[in-house]
C-alpha cells in the first residue's frame, strides 16, 4: 500500500463521498464557525485533504487566498465543479497536492487547516513537520481528525482491518489525543487550544488550534 494506492481509493469513492451527508450537520457548523473566526481577511490559507470542497467554498469568501488540496484528483475535479456553479463571492484555487509537496515550494501561509485529515497521512510526523514548514512565523494550524486509539477497540482492531481488506477503507493512522499532543509538539507547535464541536453521541475528534513557534 503507497500513498499511490490511497488515491486511488478516494478516486474510486469520490462520487459516493460527495453525496454522503455530514453526520453531525450542528457539530460541523460549529467548527466552520470557530475556524472562521480565526482567519482574518488578509490571510492566506492552506486546506489540506479538503475532499470535494465543502468546506472550502464555505470559508474561502473571508480571506486574501484560499488554496484547498487533496491527493484525489477526481475529488478535486468534483470541488472544482462545485465551485464553478456556486457562482459569486471569492473561490477557492483547488490543486492535487500533499503537504510534503507543497512544503518544497516558496509559499507560505497564515493558516493550514486539516478536518478529517492527519488520521489518513502515513507519515503524521514528517506531515505535521511540513505543515510547520508551510506556516509563516506565528502562523496557526487548525485540525479536527478522529483520535482511533481513543474508540472503542473493536473498531480499530477488528473492522477497520476488514473493511481494509475488501477495498472499504482506506490506510488508517491509529494514535491517543495525547499521542497526537506530542507530535504537534515535537514538529515545533504550541498547542492554544482544544475544544470539543460534537452535539450528539461520544467526540473523538478534537479540534485542536496549534500556532507555530519558532524554531
Known sequence: MSATSDARFWDRTSRRYARSAVADAAGYERT???TAALLGADDRVLELGCGTGTTALRL???VRRYLA?????????IAEG????????PAPAFRVATAEELATEAERFDAVLGFNYLHLVRDLAGTLR???????EEGIFVSKTPCLRDMN??????????????????????FRLEELHAHLEEA??????VEWH???GGDDRPFIVARRRRR
Open 69 to 77: 488540496t487533496d491527493i484525489s484528483a477526481k475529488m478535486i475535479g
Open 82 to 89: 462545485r465551485s464553478s456553479a456556486s457562482g459569486g463571492g
Open 32 to 34: 466552520l464557525e470557530r
Open 60 to 62: 474561502a469568501g473571508g
Open 130 to 136: 511540513s505543515i510547520h514548514a508551510l506556516l509563516a
Open 188 to 193: 515545533g507547535f504550541e498547542i492554544r487550544a
Open 198 to 200: 460534537a452535539t450528539r
Open 153 to 174: 477497540p473493536l473498531l480499530r482492531w477488528v473492522l477497520l482491518p476488514a473493511m481494509r481488506a475488501v477495498g472499504m477503507a482506506p490506510h488508517v493512522t491509529v
